[in-house]
């Protein structure tokens, strides 16, 4: 390498360098302000420590745990239940079905996927979420369907 070269490399360097440390601390401040929230079901912690939380969001990410239906019902009305307790709740965070990213929905029964489906449809507007849909050994309360989502605030 030539003395001009080393002097470009050099230079070119130098700029990159203070370009990261710059945008690391700025990265570094951004950081230090966002705080994991979690959003409890009468808006209070319970006295004792719970499982899981039901909804907790990140900088303006919101995850909501699986909601299930447990009440006696076809899939139709799990699916519709659990899609309506969604809504609720991402309303009360402060986000909404339009604002869904990700849902994921598990099934006691794959033989229910196609009336699932039609109860899904169109809950979430016209640009719905990626889905993953599963079917498990078991959903939690003999739920037929179990849901959860990612969602934006």
């Known amino acids: 390498m030539t003395k001009a070269n080393r002097r470009k490399f050099l230079g070119k360097g130098a700029v990159a360098s203070a370009a990261a440390a710059t ?8 950081q230090s302000a966002a705080t994991k929230k979690v959003w409890w079901r009468d808006g209070k912690a319970p006295e004792k420590t719970p499982l899981f939380s039901p909804a907790v969001s990140y900088r303006n990410l919101l995850f909501l745990s699986g909601i299930g239906a447990h009440f006696q019902g ?3 009305e799990h ?3 659990v899609l309506d307790e ?4 991402l309303e009360a965070c402060g986000s909404s079905m339009n604002k ?4 994921q929905v598990y ?3 794959l033989k229910d996927y196609q009336e699932m489906n039609e109860v899904f449809q169109g809950r979430f507007g016209s640009e719905p979420p990626v889905r993953t849909t599963v079917s498990v050994a078991g959903v939690p ?8 989502v990612i969602a934006y605030i």
């Not at 945008?23 to 951004?30: F, L, P, R, V």
């Not at 969604?86 to 709740?89: L, T």
């Not at 869904?100 to 849902?103: S, T």
């Open 23 to 30: 945008m690391a601390s700025g990265t570094a401040e951004a």
């Open 74 to 76: 076809g899939i139709k």
């Open 79 to 81: 699916t519709k239940h």
């Open 86 to 89: 969604i809504e609720k709740n």
């Open 100 to 103: 869904v990213l990700k849902a």
């Open 107 to 109: 099934l006691a029964d």
């Open 141 to 148: 309360g003999n739920s037929l369907v179990e849901i959860d």
